[in-house]
């Protein structure tokens, strides 16, 4: 692992860093950066995002422009728009012994760009979106990142892409050395067995205690929305999965989570699990990708069908407005009745 004391911003010493796309990350990436006393350019096409740049204190420019100007290149865009963006764009303006840095392997991994043969290249991966990313390091903490050298003509790609994991603040919590090829796939995996694994966990529980006659909200508030599983998995990164139970449970809570661990899943959801992962490694799932946003993302417009017609999304819809802070005016009323 990497942490502050493996790092030095002095590796940056005299150079411009373009964070390529004011999105999710780039924005966090950007502020951070800048904050560490580091001088930041943001390179985004003509949208919202950058006119978000402009209202945070940047004078966005175009992404050629931004490449131009820089000798580190930090490329912050969704995966799917890589290939285009960065063979017209990004590779006819990096120089010799820039530095090129992905937040993802994506692209590397399933060879969808090439990376410039004399420039510095590098995984600088953070394990967080943007908001937290941006919020640990306003409270002096930072978010693991995981990080590889893919290419170093210069012998100093690793110095500094550290400075700049120093400068988001990554090496405050840790960097931790990972090929790229396994942080793709382990992305990738998380989201397409863990995460739907867990959403269709909570909703099957949110509809089986409907059923039974439960008030929506109580059970929603008890399944995720008091944010009780949340801190019992923050806590769990801390000290172990099995050790949060040990330590933070009731024993009427360890009984019942020992009674029932390891009977609710069968061999039929790992055989799934390992399918997936078989279509992330093949590259599959790359081409599918790929014949998705080639099609305008129609699967998206089924998500958000899908949700808004769910009784958790309704029963959400219900506990916001059980939250709504505006004072009331009469009885059941507020005061933009």
């Known amino acids: 692992m990497y942490f502050d004391r493996d790092a030095d911003l002095a590796d940056l010493a005299g150079e411009t860093v373009a964070v390529i796309g004011y999105g999710v990350q780039g924005r966090a990436f950007a502020a951070n950066l800048r904050d560490s006393g ?32 820089a000798s580190a290149v930090l ?11 960065y063979d017209a764009q990004i590779a006819p303006h990096l120089g010799d012994g820039d530095l090129f840095v992905l937040a993802h392997g994506f692209s590397v991994r ?17 394990k967080m979106f943007g908001r937290p990313i941006r919020r640990h390091y306003l409270e002096g903490t930072g978010v693991l990142a995981f990080l590889d050298v893919l ?9 500094r892409t550290l400075a700049v994991a ?38 099957m529980a949110f509809d089986v205690l409907v ?6 909200v109580p059970a929603l508030l008890d399944m995720y929305a008091s944010g ?8 769990a990164a801390t000290v172990g999965l099995y050790e949060v139970i040990a330590e933070q449970g009731s024993p009427t809570c360890r009984f019942g989570v020992q009674r029932r661990l390891g009977t609710l899943l069968g061999d039929d959801v790992e055989a799934k699990a390992r399918k997936i992962l078989g279509e992330i490694r093949s590259g599959a799932f790359a081409a599918a990708l790929e014949e998705e946003a080639g099609a305008g993302y129609p699967s998206l417009d089924a998500y958000d069908a899908m949700a808004g017609a769910s009784g958790v999304t309704r029963a959400h819809e219900r506990y916001r407005a059980a939250l709504d802070p505006r004072p009331a005016v009469g009885p059941g009323r507020t005061a933009s009745d």
């Open 38 to 69: 580091l001088r930041v350019l943001v390179g985004n096409r003509d949208d919202a995002y950058r006119d978000a740049a402009r209202a945070d204190g940047f004078a966005p420019l175009p992404i050629a422009d931004a490449v131009e100007r």
């Open 75 to 85: 490329l912050l865009i969704p995966d799917e728009a890589h290939p285009e963006v």
């Open 110 to 126: 399933f060879g969808r760009i090439r990376l410039p043969i004399e420039a510095d290249a590098a995984l600088l991966a953070p």
């Open 151 to 159: 290419q170093d003509p210069t012998g100093r790609a690793l110095r």
């Open 166 to 203: 120093k400068a988001t603040g990554f090496t405050r919590r840790g960097v931790m050395p990972v090929p790229h090829a396994q942080e793709t796939e382990l992305d990738l995996f998380q989201e397409q067995f863990l995460t739907p694994l867990l959403m269709d966990g909570f909703k």
């Open 211 to 216: 059923d039974a006659g439960y008030d929506p």
């Open 228 to 235: 009780e599983m949340a801190e019992m998995m923050t806590e």
